[in-house]
């Protein structure tokens, strides 16, 4: 038999997975949601900061505008062209090429981090294998995940206090 991932509880409103959500992680339970359209207010309940991504494209386009501009400045004091008492440093002409690194560097950071936090891409998670996950377009489901001191059965009496629609056992490996 596979190895124990977590348990699925299927909620036929958002209302009631919002609440659960909350309860639960008070509980010290680690949770994921699925739901067919973003909820307002499940991302405080799940206590989801989002200030990665907004730093990683300021700190990238930071990255790429310095690059842009030093790769420039640097190549032309390495191979000088003195050409109608033009500057080596002509910030002016210099703009184009460090705009497009600052947003190439910002663009590249913030899509690399966001990928990241959210642990894409993912070809395969266990919640597929649920029989009910199907009717993932008009339902919304929430998985208690396994973790160091996981209680199946204390999960399982935790969602049922929220009357779900089905508590399912998800498997590591689909059998």
Not at 25 to 51: H, I, K, M, N
Not at 152 to 175: V, Y
């Amino acid at each position: 038999m596979a190895e124990l991932w977590g348990v699925l509880a299927e909620f036929d409103g958002p209302e009631r997975l919002i609440n659960a959500v909350r309860s639960l992680r008070q509980q010290g339970f680690t949770v994921e949601t699925f739901t067919p359209f973003p909820l307002e207010g499940l991302d405080e309940a799940l206590g989801f900061s989002g200030w990665r991504v907004p730093i990683a494209f300021l700190i990238g386009g930071i990255a790429g505008a310095v690059i842009g501009f030093g790769m420039q400045t640097w190549l032309n004091f390495l191979f000088p062209l003195w050409i109608g008492g033009r500057p080596l440093v002509a910030i002016p002409g210099f703009m184009m090429i460090t705009f497009e690194l600052t947003v190439l560097g910002s663009v590249l950071t913030g899509v690399l981090t966001m990928l990241l936090s959210n642990r894409l891409p993912k070809l395969h998670h266990p919640v597929f294998a649920a029989e009910r996950f199907t009717m993932a377009e008009e339902r919304f489901y929430l998985a208690l995940l396994r973790r160091p001191g996981f209680d199946r059965d204390a999960a399982g009496k935790a969602l049922a206090e929220f009357n779900p629609a089905s508590i399912t056992d998800l498997a590591e490996q689909p059998e």
